[in-house]
């Protein structure tokens, strides 16, 4: 990725910050929404919501994502290509990109649940200090994400689960999606870890789908890990893969999401790091191919004529 190192590329962002504050809700409002979604043709989101949990590392980079600015040029770049549908985005980072005009055409996903910082000495209680579901529905957003950790050992779990179905119900009020991300989770020395296991994330989805007085609006947000066959038949929600803190070759993750992309109910991919910072820098590139895995039936149909 080439650098922009201009310090001023970003200032009018600033002066309307300070002068005109109502240009973030004028923008949301004159913003052009997404055609709606479909069954069979995949979506492609961009997450953006981890510096607001303090989640600054990327590999082996501890304050990647600390730049805003470099951030936003990335966040810029995977957003011009027409194959990604919208963004995930905690309430910053959703107010820079409407006042930019890059949300234009697209879903618009608000992270809700920030409190549990990365580190922090209670973690699992991960309050809801983000968007909240009247917030969303001001902005014309299409639904809000909560990252939902299960940790059996931790007697936070169940004020954060019970803060999860409220915010479910408070969504599916508005007829908004609620992207539950959830993980059944371990405290290891010092450090909350979650467990990638099948079983775990079976036991995790059972637990998580049944938040909430409907699931009518619900989907899941799953890592892609070993045996997803059996992993995705533990749900009839519509369910997006997250990519996590990229590691290994980059060939190896994008062929495991070919394969879980092929599986029945996978919605599309909600990924963020993964692409934004790619080992060579290409974020471009990255998107591209992340792209050519979704499944259409546009694309499937000109593939049938062109054979």
């Known amino acids: 990725m080439s650098a922009n190192d201009d310090p001023r590329r970003y200032q ?7 002068e005109d504050p109502d ?30 949990r303090g989640a600054l590392s990327v590999g082996n980079a501890p304050v990647a994502m600390a730049d ?22 905690s309430p910053d980072i959703m107010d820079d990109l409407l006042l930019l005009g890059a ?19 209670n973690e699992i209680d991960d309050r809801f ?49 609620a992207m539950v991300e959830p993980f059944l989770s371990v405290w290891q020395n010092g450090k909350v870890r979650n467990d990638l296991s ?9 637990i998580a789908q049944g938040l909430g007085s409907t699931s009518a609006y ?30 290994g070759a980059q060939d190896e993750v994008f062929a495991s999401w070919q394969a879980a992309l092929a599986l029945p109910g996978v919605q599309g991919l909600t990924v963020g790091r993964t692409l934004l910072y790619p080992h060579d820098g290409d974020v471009a590139g990255a998107v591209a191919t992340a792209a050519s895995l979704l499944k259409s039936p546009v694309l499937q149909s000109s593939a049938k004529v062109s054979e």
């Open 23 to 52: 240009a973030v809700a004028r923008a949301a409002a004159t913003r052009r929404r997404h055609p709606g979604l479909k069954y069979g043709v995949q979506n492609f989101i961009v997450a953006a919501d981890h510096p607001a």
């Open 68 to 89: 805003r600015l470099d951030l936003l040029d990335r966040l810029q770049i995977a957003l011009a290509n027409p194959a990604v549908d919208g963004v995930l985005a």
């Open 218 to 247: 619900t989907w899941m947000k799953l890592p892609v890990v070993a045996e997803m066959e059996r992993v995705m038949a533990a749900t009839t929600l519509p369910t997006v893969l997250l990519g996590g803190d990229p590691e």
């Open 129 to 177: 200090t983000g968007h909240t579901a009247a917030a969303l529905e001001a902005l014309g957003a299409d639904g809000g994400k909560m990252l939902t950790r299960i940790c059996l050992g931790d007697p936070d779990t169940v004020s954060a689960l019970e803060a999860t179905a409220r915010a479910v119900d408070s969504l599916a009020a508005r007829k908004l999606i």
């Open 103 to 121: 949300l234009e055409g697209k879903l618009v996903f608000g992270s809700m649940n920030r409190g549990g910082l990365a580190g922090l000495v």
């Open 198 to 206: 099948p079983d775990a994330v079976i036991k995790s989805i059972a």
């Open 12 to 18: 009018h962002l600033s002066a309307l910050r300070l």
